[in-house]
């Protein structure tokens, strides 16, 4: 089986995902401009989605009150340090900076609405 999309259901959903494709180089593959406001964003593959929506049947998660290891989205970054500093100014906020024995160099920030976003530059690619 492939994986089709990774479903969060957020305040903002027009104002996140706008975000989204605007610093983190994600593209608008469809979007409804009527509640519940469903996005889908594609990444540069094209092969795995996000979608975004706000959907009153269920709570919206406490984001930024989550440790970011309970759930986060990670993207490869060639450049952690300057898309780091990018994000950041941005609106992002830093959580944590890791570069592990292997030379990884691992990035854990949460984007302006507290969901957790990692930016991962592997010594050896997943």
């Known amino acids: 089986m492939q994986i089709e999309h990774f479903a969060v259901n957020?305040?903002?959903?027009?104002?996140m995902s706008k975000w989204y494709v605007d610093h983190l180089g994600m593209k608008l593959a469809l979007q409804e401009t009527e509640a519940p406001f469903k996005t889908f964003l594609a990444d540069d593959s094209g092969q795995v989605m996000i979608e975004m929506y706000r959907n009153t049947e269920a709570d919206i998660p406490d984001y930024q009150n989550m440790h970011p290891l309970v759930v986060h989205l990670a993207f490869v970054s060639e450049h952690p340090e300057n898309d780091k500093k990018r994000l950041l100014d941005a609106g992002a906020t830093l959580v944590s900076e890791d570069h592990l024995d292997d030379g990884s160099h691992l990035v854990m920030l949460r984007d302006p609405w507290g969901l957790a976003i990692q930016l991962c530059k592997r010594v050896t690619p997943m």
Do not use: H, N, Y
Request: charged share 35%.
């Open 10 to 15: 957020v305040e903002e959903p027009m104002a």
